[in-house]
């Protein structure tokens, strides 16, 4: 059993007590960690402390709002004749928990939902409801839990390291403790310098949200009342600290060295100021302390730790202990992959769909061709009305057994993922042709293989001299692809504003097709060559960045490889005026430049589907 495995399992149990003491207050946890030994360790342990009379139940990860929040039961409605309303399964859960398996796998709009409950306590269905969501993360990579549930989630463990030996022989708080803990919780209290602590450390960890303070300091008076204590001290708030901000840090923190003496610059001169510093006989004199602190018997300062550290230090440092190491590189890779895998299987963006694709909810319309009537709603919406329509109704409309009005037909809404248009625009310029033309080609050739696998169609633009050529339309011929780029010649000067229009224009014609269009944009950026022909750098790089803020205000999304030996901040500032991807390859090769290229591509394709669905 190795340290760190014990100290994470201690944590594991601490935090299991904690949402036992106070679910409704702190939300819940997520746990991440597979389904094994040791995650059912955990909940078998965190089951031990609850009361029998708290409800536990599992949300499937599909599960439609009138199961979640209540609503209309429409088989018991139409079987009996009237409205007969069903409990949603939150208002089952109150006071007790909801379980949700592989919770990196629930659909935005279920999470949203089950925040919304979590945030005010109400289904909005006339039920009222107070619960914690135990949420069992299994993602790996770029899976995750949704945003939206998991800042409404005070606790976070990892279960990842711990082995089964360690669970065998370490454990937590029990029952009673629990009970005790939850009896006196409202006598905790907690002091302005532990408040500020915490709240210093989340901001050194670059955690923006306001309620992970708010949640560390409930957590650290769940902690001292576990203990049997009234008072909150400093490794309550380092236990906090750890439980609340270390998975969930944005940055590593640069802690301060410890302030040293102000020196006088006469120091440096043995001879100045050796009257200060000695009496006439050569004997140090007696300083009489300015301050109290600087007595040796003087009590210890509220701001200091006892060793030496600060309660900001202590408690950051408690957080930083528990960080996975590699967290921040995974935040890295995150932060231009919000969703990688939403681009596997197919890269275009999720649209909006009126006959094809995966069901996406109703909504209140008449259907019109293509569109589709859902049954189902339809009759939810007007059951509740039939007596009164039975009646008003006269003639031979009084003899039918539903009556369906305009203004409960429902349609179904679809989504689908809309196909994508890669188009690569090649700078074929002389600066360019000279430099890395070759390796250029060599990875669009690469990179046009890797689209027809996933059935993307290509396009491509070379530019040089005084104008942007399409040398092939929008199409899935790997071979025509390949053809246009063999006679591709190089040479003469760079016109990357007319390329750039030359793109928005192909992009926009793309978009208008339904499809998604991504720009792959290989260039040194050296501009030369002004829209209107004109040569002249300083006025060429000025249209160019008009043409690359018209891209931007367009929605087109491009990836910059910079192709020049020497990368230089024309090209950023290039890239930065388009909103593109910038990456400076000055010493790859083509497979080197491809795989870099492909594996930009579908991140920033994810993106598009990521914000697109929103």
């Known amino acids: 059993m190795t340290a760190p495995d014990r100290a994470a399992w201690d944590d594991a149990l601490m935090a299991a007590a904690c949402i036992a003491v106070d679910p409704s207050g702190l939300g819940g946890i997520r746990v991440r960690s597979a389904a094994g030994p040791v995650r059912d360790a955990w909940t078998t342990g965190w089951r031990a402390l609850l009361d029998a009379a708290r409800p536990v139940r599992s949300v499937p990860l599909h599960i439609d709002d009138g199961r979640l929040l209540g609503g209309l039961d429409l088989a018991a409605s139409l079987r009996t004749g009237r409205p007969v309303e069903q409990p949603g399964l939150l208002t089952q859960v109150d006071g007790g928990f909801a379980l949700l398996s592989m919770a990196e796998r629930i659909d935005p709009s279920t999470a949203g939902r089950i925040a919304a409950v979590l945030e005010t306590g109400l289904t909005g269905r006339g039920g009222a409801t107070r619960f914690a969501v135990i949420a069992f993360d299994e993602g790996d990579g770029d899976e995750a839990l949704p945003v939206t549930l998991g800042e409404r989630l005070a606790l976070c463990i990892d279960l990842r390291g711990c082995s089964v030996r360690t669970v065998e022989h370490v454990s937590g708080p029990s029952r009673a403790e629990v009970a005790a803990a939850r009896a006196s919780l409202q006598r905790t209290e907690i002091s302005d310098d532990l408040v500020g602590a915490l709240c210093t450390a989340a901001v050194s960890l670059g955690i923006d949200s306001m309620r992970m303070p708010l949640f560390a300091i409930r957590v650290a008076r769940v902690i001292a009342a576990l203990d049997g204590r009234v008072d909150v001290d400093t490794d309550d708030a380092a236990t906090a600290a750890r439980l609340v901000f270390s998975t969930r840090a944005r940055q590593q923190p640069t802690m301060q060295p410890p302030e040293e003496a102000p020196s006088d610059s006469r120091a440096d001169d043995p001879a100045d100021g050796e009257d200060e510093a000695t009496t006439d006989d050569g004997e140090q004199p007696e300083r009489e302390p300015d301050d109290p602190q600087d007595q040796p018997d003087s009590p210890e300062s509220d701001d200091d730790a006892g060793d030496g550290r600060t309660l900001d230090e202590v408690v950051l440092e408690a957080a930083l202990a528990a960080m996975p190491a590699d967290l921040l590189a995974r935040l890295a890779r995150e932060a231009s992959s919000p969703r990688v895998a939403a681009a596997r299987g197919g890269s275009g963006a999720l649209g909006r769909g009126r006959q094809r694709g995966a069901p996406a909810g109703v909504r209140r319309a008449r259907p019109r061709p293509p569109e589709r009537l859902s049954l189902i709603e339809t009759l939810r919406a007007a059951a509740p009305w039939q007596r009164i329509r039975r009646a008003d109704a006269s003639g031979v409309a009084q003899a039918a057994r539903v009556h369906v009005r305009a203004e409960d037909l429902h349609v179904v809404r679809f989504k689908q993922r809309q196909s994508t248009t890669t188009i690569f625009v090649v700078d074929a310029s002389g600066s360019s042709a000279l430099h890395r033309l070759a390796e250029a080609k060599g990875a669009v050739e690469l990179l046009l293989a890797d689209c027809y696998v996933r059935r993307d169609s290509v396009a491509v633009i070379a530019f040089r001299g005084r104008d942007a050529q399409l040398l092939l339309p929008p199409t899935r011929s790997l071979v025509r692809a390949r053809r246009s780029l063999a006679g591709l010649p190089g040479g003469g000067g760079t016109p990357l504003a007319t390329a750039l229009d030359a793109t ?111």
């Not at 792959?520 to 501009?527: E, F, K, Q, S």
């Not at 004109?534 to 160019?544: I, L, M, T, V």
């Not at 950023?572 to 388009?578: D, H, N, T, V, Y």
């Not at 991140?603 to 598009?608: G, I, K, L, Q, W």
């Open 504 to 614: 928005r224009a192909l992009a926009m014609a793309v978009r208008r097709r339904g499809e998604t269009a991504l720009v792959v944009l290989l260039t040194d950026g050296r501009a030369n060559v002004a829209r209107d022909g004109s040569g002249g750098r300083p006025q060429a790089e000025a249209d160019a960045l008009v043409s690359a803020r018209a891209l931007r205000a367009d929605g087109v999304d491009v990836l910059m490889i910079d192709t020049s030996p020497r990368p230089y901040a024309a090209a950023e500032l290039l890239a930065k005026s388009m909103g593109a991807l910038y990456r400076p390859l000055p010493h790859a090769g083509a497979a080197e430049m491809s795989e870099v290229v492909s594996r930009a591509v579908r991140e920033r394709s994810a993106d598009v589907s990521v914000r697109r669905a929103a």
